[in-house]
């Protein structure tokens, strides 16, 4: 469940950069390419979208989606990229003995309908489908948590291929024209209490990165994103986790970082190499990691609270080394990722608006979970841009707020919409993903 004003400076955007632990080129820097933007962090460092918007001001567009996902949209250029799964209305023959039942399969519904799992690419002007292609029509193996869906994983493109991840449902790699570049099949995941699966894919370079952690036998995967060959694969031991992998440079090597309930990891990008690991985080890991300062920060939320920051440069074990910089037990997310904006760390409570900041390098508390009137509770995470950070809740209130070591609220706003999906932001644009229609807003000037 994966479930996302921006900086007009120069000076202060080079300062992001360079500080940031993940490398960004321009033309990342200007899109919004994958799940937390061009820098993996949330922020957008040339974005300006609208501090204030209503269903009768600054929307550019509003575009009814079919069928249901709380993937987040992406952004390359012209084209808005969103994921869908599609009820076809035809239905089979529940069979519960199809497939061996796994841990807590009494909670699974299994599904009886067929769903077409659709990738969309929506002009960004307008919001007009540019084209659809269904990747798969099949019956899921599972069901899934009544706020979740089968598209929940956001996609991810370097500006000439774009991968769509349906989980078991499917691997596809297109040109950004809709053209089926290769697709590939991983397997069956058995979710725990079959809530569904909404990890997303990471992309550095031509190296693809997917994380299968379930209720069987886990693993962490590379491909070649060119034509879907396997480079590495490396086993884990995780019960079911929805967190997406981090791809940071540390002291010129690449490495992957991996949240889960049992132990934080970091795998050599080339080869798959464990490098370090740490326990500490709880169940149902859900928060993806995000880096900066210097510093990888990853937090967890369901029964119990851990927010770590690590260097990332250790060896083996590192728990109760150096290699971890600080950490907190207390107010952390269950579902929405951390906003690494600048030396400010921001984390939710739970899935409410009750906002934590820390500074990022020494881990002193500035706000210790503050409420935010204005949304009842929150899926998307948090995302920053032109010094301003954008929460939007899931009863389509929003607050924007100003990025300071304190709360100062700027605006409270709200849509007829619900939001699950975290938002992206280009330029002056920012793409709401609700449960109904993709939303566009801008700020006519």
Not at 54 to 67: D, F, I
Not at 121 to 150: F, I
Not at 287 to 298: D, E, I, K, M, Y
């Amino acid at each position: 469940m994966n479930i996302p004003a921006f900086i007009t400076s120069l000076s202060l955007a080079v300062l992001l950069c360079a500080n940031s632990a993940f490398a960004a080129d321009d033309a990342r820097d200007l899109n919004w390419p994958q799940w937390r933007g061009p820098l993996a962090n949330g922020v957008a460092p040339h974005g300006n979208p609208p501090v204030e918007w209503s269903e009768t001001r600054n929307v550019q567009w509003k575009v009814a989606l079919p069928g249901r996902g709380t993937a987040s949209p992406i952004v390359w250029e012209n084209q808005v990229f969103v994921l869908t799964a599609i009820p076809t209305g035809r239905k089979v023959e529940v069979k519960p003995d199809a497939i061996p039942p796994g841990p807590n399969a009494h909670m699974i519904n299994p599904p009886s309908e067929f769903q077409r799992f659709t990738v969309m690419s929506l002009d960004r002007a307008t919001g007009k489908v540019l084209w659809q292609q269904t990747a798969r029509e099949k019956v899921p193996h599972e069901g899934y948590h009544r706020d979740h869906g089968y598209a929940s994983g956001s996609p991810v493109t370097d500006g000439r291929y774009l991968v769509a991840y349906f989980g078991s449902n499917g691997l596809f790699c297109y040109d950004l024209a809709g053209h089926l570049l290769w697709q590939k099949d991983l397997g069956l995941q058995r979710t725990r209490y079959g809530y569904g699966e909404g990890t997303s894919p990471a992309l550095h370079g031509h190296t693809l990165v997917i994380l299968w952690d379930h209720e069987g036998d886990d693993f962490i995967v590379a491909m070649d994103v060119r034509d879907g060959k396997e480079l590495w694969r490396q086993k884990r031991d995780e019960p079911t986790g929805w967190s997406t992998p981090l791809i940071i440079k540390h002291e010129g090597r690449w490495q992957v970082v991996a949240s889960g309930t049992n132990k934080v990891r970091s795998y050599d990008l080339s080869t798959g190499e464990l490098l370090w690991e740490c326990a500490g985080q709880t169940l149902n890991a859900i928060p993806s990691p995000v880096a900066g300062q210097g510093l990888v920060f990853v937090t967890s939320g369901f029964h119990g609270n851990a927010l770590y920051a690590f260097r990332p440069g250790g060896h083996g074990d590192i728990a109760g080394t150096p290699a971890v910089a600080w950490f907190r037990k207390k107010h952390t997310p269950y579902v929405p990722s951390p906003l690494l904006y600048g030396n400010l760390l921001y984390v939710l409570t739970w899935n409410n608006p009750v906002v934590s900041i820390f500074e990022a390098t020494t881990g002193n508390p500035l706000v210790e979970a503050q409420r935010v009137e204005g949304m009842e509770s929150v899926y998307g995470s948090p995302v920053g841009a032109s010094d301003r950070v954008y929460l939007v809740g899931r009863d389509g209130g929003a607050v924007v707020l100003r990025n300071a070591g304190k709360l100062e609220v700027l605006a409270r706003n709200h849509l007829d919409d619900g939001f699950d999906a975290s938002p992206a932001i280009v330029g002056n644009q920012m793409f709401l993903r609700g449960r109904q229609y993709l939303y566009c807003l801008s700020e006519k000037r």
